[in-house]
């Protein structure tokens, strides 16, 4: 049975997240992901449906993946987003075995120096005909 699309939430002006979709979109054939950038209508609409609040001066600091129903962010979205790409990507879902506590740490340390490590950009990313076919308006 084929599972609805999971739909990744996103900072689309951080050049790692960037950099991160474009990752998934050329490992993911089967199209198992949507995307929108977190400061979108489209993001909104997707966390009230699942029950989740966005707030809005953390929003950028995390991604978040709604699959299934449920919302997951930081460590556990990554995992998702894994489990869901084909071999050999799932192998990472053995990270789950690190303490959550421990992985949420090490996502926000990325977190808090990606427009250092990564960039930063003004405009979200160009919208290729494949980009803008999976994302949520």
Do not use: K
Not at 62 to 91: F, T, Y
Request: aromatic share 8%.
């Amino acid at each position: 049975m084929d599972r609805e699309p999971a739909i990744i939430l996103f900072d689309g002006h951080c050049a790692l997240c960037t950099r991160s979709v474009r990752f998934i979109l050329e490992r993911d054939r089967a199209a198992r992901f949507r995307f929108a950038s977190l400061s979108s209508d489209a993001a909104a609409r997707e966390c009230a449906r699942v029950g989740v609040h966005i707030p809005i001066a953390t929003a950028p600091d995390s991604v978040i993946v709604i699959a299934d129903g449920r919302a997951s962010e930081q460590s556990d979205a990554l995992l998702v987003i894994v489990a869901r790409l084909p071999p050999p990507w799932p192998i990472f879902v053995a990270f789950r075995l690190v303490p959550r506590v421990l992985r949420d740490w090490i996502y926000r340390l990325v977190a808090r120096n990606r427009d250092r490590w990564f960039g930063r950009s003004d405009v979200c990313m160009l919208r290729t005909p494949e980009i803008q076919a999976r994302l949520l308006e």
